[in-house]
């Protein structure tokens, strides 16, 4: 699989993986009906729902890495374990129906988990692998 993910940053690349993302969510869902997966550290379900794939593959797409982590859904839903939490920001529209995020980490993946607020679900929200910050990209500064 990781043979036909582009590995570029232009516009066809990230459109090529958004496109992975999805099929592979649409294959996901119909191996696992249910469409959640239990996980050890916090001793419940998450979820996956509508929003999870729109977050995911709208952030984790812009990455090689991301994509990558993606095709590991399931073994990340179950291993990953919570490292901190965070309240949802209510005024971004993917985040306004969670009452907090639950930040997750399995090995180098940022597993992002929404508390629901209606029904007290874990709903998975996003799947990334976080990049070093490329210094050599940033504008020159003159020192003063």
Not at 63 to 74: D, G, I, K, N, Q
Not at 85 to 108: C, D, H, V, W
Not at 112 to 117: A, Y
Request: glycine fraction near 4%; aromatic fraction near 8%; charge should be positive.
């Amino acid at each position: 699989m990781a043979n036909n993910i582009p590995a570029g940053h232009t516009k066809e690349d990230i459109k090529a993986r958004e496109k992975l993302i999805k099929d592979f969510y649409a294959q996901w869902i119909a191996e696992h009906p249910e469409k959640k997966i239990w996980n050890r550290n916090l001793g419940a379900f998450i979820n996956v729902k509508f929003l999870s794939i729109n977050e995911t593959y709208e952030k984790a797409s812009r990455s090689y890495e991301s994509t990558l982590a993606v095709f590991r859904l399931t073994e990340i839903l179950e291993g990953a374990v919570m490292t901190g939490e965070q309240p949802a920001k209510r005024n971004t529209r993917n985040q306004k129906s969670f009452e907090k995020l639950l930040i997750m980490k399995y090995g180098k993946v940022k597993l992002t988990v929404g508390l629901q607020r209606s029904n007290q679900d874990l709903v998975q929200y996003c799947i990334t692998v976080p990049q070093p910050l490329d210094l050599s990209r940033l504008p020159k500064q003159e020192p003063k």
